[in-house]
């Protein structure tokens, strides 16, 4: 069973500041490791994604992330936050033996960036 | 290309009820998935389908439902509402299952009072 935790329900950042959302996850085969952004009464929007390869994998809106297999961990990081960048982000993780497009997301980390 | 399409945007239903909501995946797309995203519990899968088959289905009790019709479009349907049943109800597509990018809806705000 795939497991997603996310630590910190809410981040606080100045604008400007580098933004670091932390993610770990737990999978008994590689995964598929994502990034998405909601802001408020909107959908998922997908920030990036790791499948295979390059283990620093650069997405939207100057957000990359990291993956390390020996540190189970995928975090997300912006070198300088823009207040456009408050928002909900979710990490997912995806089973990639299972042919199955099923994620599993962690709690959420909100994003609050002030002046 | 259009996005994922979900309608209606805004539900209120009383407990007892039953509610039908509807999926548009992206043209093209033939795998959707439902997702239902609670303060409590999160964002948890409801099921996943493809060309009209329900292929996996998350941990929800038998009132929750969908289908898939030829054309890719989905539905869902919850019925007896409960309270608990009050989220925002997400839809996914993807070309084909098991691919590695999934294009989320706006969602679907129910409310059960």
């Known amino acids: 069973a795939q497991s997603v935790t996310q630590l910190g329900s809410h981040v606080s950042v100045s604008e400007g500041a580098l933004v670091l959302l932390r993610c770990n996850y737990s999978s008994s085969v590689p995964p598929y490791l994502f990034w998405y952004v909601q802001y408020p009464n909107q959908g998922l929007q997908l920030l990036l994604k790791y499948t295979t390869g390059a283990t620093l994998v650069k997405g939207i809106n100057g957000f990359e992330a990291e993956f390390k297999k020996s540190e189970t961990s995928f975090h997300l990081t912006k070198p300088s936050a823009h207040m456009s960048d408050a928002a909900e982000y979710f990490c997912?993780?995806?089973?990639?033996?299972?042919?199955?497009?099923?994620?599993?997301f962690g709690k959420g980390t909100m994003l609050l960036v002030s002046p | 290309k259009a996005g994922v399409t979900q309608t209606p945007r805004y539900l209120i239903k009383t407990r007892g009820q039953q509610v039908t909501l509807s999926c548009s995946p992206i043209?093209?797309?033939?795998?959707v998935s439902w997702y239902q995203q609670t303060p409590g519990q999160g964002l948890q899968f409801l099921f996943e389908y493809f060309s009209e088959t329900q292929r996996n289905k998350g941990n929800f009790p038998g009132r929750f439902s969908g289908r898939q019709f030829s054309n890719s479009r989905s539905e869902m349907n919850v019925s007896t509402l409960e309270l608990g049943d009050s989220a925002l109800y997400l839809c996914?597509?993807?070309?084909?299952?098991?691919?590695?990018?999934?294009?989320f809806g706006q969602g679907t705000r129910l409310t059960v009072v």
């Open positions: 997912a993780v995806s089973d990639t033996d299972s042919g199955y497009s099923t994620l599993t």
């Open positions: 043209s093209g797309h033939r795998s």
């Open positions: 996914a597509s993807s070309p084909r299952p098991g691919g590695t990018e999934a294009f």
